[in-house]
């Protein structure tokens, strides 16, 4: 990445002035040639966000949008290429404190979060589903990890020393949320705190999981919001595809 190369004027356009991109293969997705297709998708969400966003707004100097973008094309980089943050930043000649302080800020408005949602989302509308599903499917997995990389527990089950990540799909295995817990953190207690985000995104049906997502918990947590409904064990998986099953959409 030269140094020296300036944008030029339509690329300091913002994405609403902008025809969306499209990925450049159609049989699956080029990670380096749709890097464009990730920049637009992000810069629309934090464009959403900012609309939202309610209080007071400090007035100050605009954000560097070519700057921007190109933190944006880094972190996907980053994601996969699997380099080091400051390798990343080194070759670039973007200060590492510039890149993960504008990571770890998006992080916590949790933009990935309402972006791959969003993703998933628009994905069952291209398959002709509603927007919404009727039934989601949770699950957990057990994951080593290093001392420090976080909190750390002993799954005893799976005798597993590390995290544990819960996710809740539809039935094209698109992810709507996930939530990372120590590894000795109960089924039913790590899928807690995904249902009220559940439940704030309009979802009104049926939670499938296996025997571990049943018990006191999840019915003491549905019975104090209307918008959740019973939870029963999943049935056998089926291949994904873009046709409404029997078991929900």
Do not use: Y
């Not at 994905?123 to 927007?131: I, P, Q, S, T």
């Not at 291949?239 to 029997?246: L, M, P």
């Amino acid at each position: 990445m030269s140094r020296t190369s300036r944008p030029n004027a339509a690329d300091l356009l913002p994405p609403s002035a902008r025809p969306a991109p499209r990925p450049s293969r159609g049989d699956g997705w080029n990670a380096l040639a749709d890097i464009e297709v990730f920049v637009f998708a992000v810069e629309a969400e934090l464009e959403a966000m900012d609309r939202e966003r309610v209080g007071v707004h400090r007035r100050g100097r605009k954000p560097d949008l070519a700057l921007r973008r190109r933190l944006i094309g880094l972190i996907w980089t980053l994601t996969f290429g699997g380099l080091q943050w400051r390798v990343a930043g080194w070759l670039s000649g973007v200060p590492f404190t510039t890149l993960h302080s504008s990571f770890a800020r998006w992080t916590r408005l949790g933009l990935w979060r309402r972006l791959g949602r969003r993703l998933a989302l628009d994905w069952r509308l291209a398959c002709g589903d509603e927007v919404l599903p009727s039934a989601v499917v949770a699950d957990s997995r057990s994951l080593r990890s290093a001392p420090t990389a976080w909190v750390r527990g002993i799954d005893g089950g799976k005798l597993v020393k590390g995290v544990k990540l819960f996710v809740v799909c539809d039935k094209h295995g698109s992810l709507l949320d996930l939530d990372l817990q120590p590894a000795n953190t109960d089924d039913r207690a790590g899928t807690l705190p995904m249902l009220p985000r559940l439940a704030a995104l309009g979802f009104q049906g049926d939670l499938l999981g296996d025997s571990g997502f049943r018990g006191a918990p999840l019915q003491r947590q549905r019975s104090s919001m209307t918008s959740m409904s019973r939870s029963r064990p999943a049935a056998p998986a089926t291949g994904a595809s873009c046709q409404t099953g029997s078991g929900g959409s």
